[in-house]
């Protein structure tokens, strides 16, 4: 099934399932077989759990959970798919990158290289493997990381006949959401598996324009004898919205339909005259980063939008939002060099061990305080504090001590919140054992600061170390902010991170500069022959994008394009029928 943008593509995967539970059911589970749902998020997962009424029919997980779970039990043909396959393909890579020299990257992937054949040589000492829910494997340890764990998988499908065998008996039905950003080789196993015609049935719901995640199938296709299926009903947007998405989409032409179509909605453009860069590599400077901002609130305020709930806006990196919120410093710490993927991931989450006590409790205690919320205070310290659990030192006090106590401890961290380091802070809140710390951040907070000036290539796999000590060193300024952005209690968003979400009224920024990403050129994709043409993959991952984002406004949507050329733009833009004369607003440097 291909869906576009708010064509209900989860209400069709929910009846579709409960159209084989009313058919199969019965007979599926006497058989103690199982209708599998793959979904590309945990939150994808709780939501099409609770509407199916959380029936042990359906096995619905993530991709990387479903897999691991029905070829966990394969250890010898794991044990090939590694050798065979999966250890000479990074082999293979890291020797693509190694052209014999004496620069850092030759290096690097020459002893990446020479690590990967030492692993390969070790692996007949592996007796199980487990899956380390991480981005990296350990192979001498029998441990895969989440890309490793797509590759065995895609292995198993491809060559292993009683792996497809036993997983078609044990799901007839299989139906993979969000087909898109599945991986190529997983399609390609399922499609086999689900070839000609009969059981198993593997289906696919997605959509290929809202592929935004490297090396997936976007453009997937059923299995040999399946029937494509396309709806072209928009349930989300206003016909305005949903002009603009057909204009700039052509290979499904939606409709405005159910409530969304008598909506009175509007789309608009503003094209900003864009500074020339003066900052180190083409960049801004801190000052022109200042007036784009101030270019974008001038905007906000024109439409009577400024500190509206109701008004969601979407830039394309976090490091644009961190900046306006003020938490900047704190984000390129955890996307710089100390930062591993799966750290980077985990902060953005507020799941990182050493951002977690403040996510969990320092700052929702603080905020419950300054509130006057004393109940708050105390449900927050017996679902969260060792001393004020249960079965804490604390659990035979009556409820006016527990107040008192609470009280009295609260108020030290937040006194010493405004002048402490974020070490200080952290050891004021073991001290009052206000919060549970995991064994690893004791162990940071325990040691010494690393004396060492980090090399990438000595210490890589001790980043961690350097990325406490600077955390450590920081104040507490910037993690309020934080705090506010990562549980949804601001209107900004990435444009990544909106996928599958709907809001009333949007915003999307589209500065080049300030960006500095170079997958991506929005005036290159909007305005070829005023700025010049994208490459190939700036258009493929440009549009898609741009369509997610503007898919996402059910009622007004306004679009930031800062330009070098407004009035070229404006042009074009208009010669090309993206928009509509009355559509464009220019605003120039001098405004």
């Not at 869906?3 to 409960?18: E, R, V, Y």
């Not at 077989?33 to 096995?59: N, P, S, W």
């Not at 009556?398 to 200080?424: F, N």
């Not at 809001?503 to 022959?529: G, H, I, M």
Request: hydrophobic share 40%; charged share 25%.
């Amino acid at each position: 099934m291909i869906a576009g943008a708010g064509a209900g593509k989860t209400t069709s995967l929910i009846s579709a399932l409960d159209h084989v539970r009313k058919t199969f059911g019965p007979s599926l589970l006497k058989q103690g077989q199982r209708v599998a749902c793959i979904t590309y998020t945990k939150r994808a997962v709780a939501v099409i759990r609770e509407r199916l009424g959380f029936d042990d029919l359906f096995e619905v997980s993530t991709l990387h959970s479903f897999l691991w779970g029905e070829m966990g039990s394969f250890g010898f043909d794991i044990h090939e798919a590694v050798t065979l396959f999966v250890i000479p393909k990074h082999i293979e890579a890291a020797r693509e990158k190694d052209n014999g020299g004496t620069s850092k990257t030759a290096i690097s992937a020459r002893q990446k290289a020479e690590k990967l054949e030492e692993e390969l040589g070790s692996l007949a000492e592996v007796r199980t493997w487990n899956y380390d829910d991480s981005n990296f494997s350990n192979f001498s340890e029998g441990l895969l990381g989440h890309d490793d764990v797509i590759s065995v998988a895609g292995y198993l499908l491809k060559e292993k006949s009683v792996f497809r065998r036993i997983l078609g008996s044990r799901y007839p039905f299989i139906f993979v959401d969000e087909a898109q950003d599945t991986f190529v080789s997983i399609v390609e196993g399922l499609n086999k598996l689900g070839a000609g015609v009969g059981l198993p049935m593997v289906g696919y719901f997605g959509d290929p324009w809202q592929q935004i995640y490297e090396g997936r199938a976007g453009k997937f296709s059923p299995p040999e004898e399946g029937i494509p299926i396309t709806k072209t009903e928009n349930f989300r947007c206003c016909p305005q919205v949903v002009d603009l998405l057909n204009t700039f989409r052509t290979d499904v032409e939606q409709v405005p339909s159910g409530k969304a179509a008598d909506l009175k909605g509007s789309v608009e453009l503003v094209l900003v005259e864009a500074e020339a860069p003066e900052g180190p590599r083409k960049t801004y400077t801190s000052e022109q980063c200042d007036r784009a901002s101030e270019k974008m609130d001038q905007a906000m305020e024109t439409w009577g939008w400024t500190e509206r709930e109701d008004v969601t806006l979407l830039f394309l990196v976090r490091q644009m939002i961190a900046r306006r919120l003020g938490f900047e410093q704190l984000n390129s710490l955890f996307i710089g060099d100390f930062a591993s993927s799966r750290a980077e991931d985990d902060f953005k989450a507020g799941d990182h061990l050493l951002v977690r006590p403040f996510v969990n409790v320092v700052l929702p205690l603080i905020r419950a305080q300054q509130e006057g919320d004393q109940r708050g205070v105390i449900d927050l310290l017996r679902a969260k504090s060792p001393d004020f659990a249960s079965e804490g030192p604390n659990s035979n006090r009556s409820l006016g001590e527990m107040i008192e106590v609470s009280r009295s401890a609260v108020e030290r961290l937040q006194a010493a919140w405004a002048t402490s380091t974020v070490k200080e802070v952290l050891l004021l809140t073991q001290e009052l054992g206000l919060a549970r710390m995991p064994d690893r951040l004791m162990e940071h907070l325990n040691r010494q600061p690393r004396p060492e000036d980090f090399d990438k290539e000595l210490y890589t796999n001790e980043k961690g170390d350097w990325l406490a000590d600077a955390f450590f060193a920081m104040s507490t300024e910037e993690l309020s902010p934080y705090f506010d952005f990562i549980s949804e209690n601001t209107p900004f968003s990435t444009q990544h991170g909106v996928k599958g979400e709907e809001y009333p009224n949007v915003v999307v920024v589209f500065d080049d500069v300030e960006a500095r990403w170079s997958q991506y050129n929005f005036n290159k994709l909007l305005t070829p022959e005023t700025i010049g043409e994208p490459t190939e993959g700036q258009l493929e991952r440009g549009r898609k994008l741009a369509y997610v984002c503007f898919s996402r406004a059910k009622l007004n949507l306004r679009i930031l394009l800062f330009t070098p050329s407004p009035e070229k733009a404006r042009a074009e833009l208009l010669s090309r029928g993206l928009f509509e004369d009355g559509q464009i607003t220019l605003v120039s440097l001098a405004a």
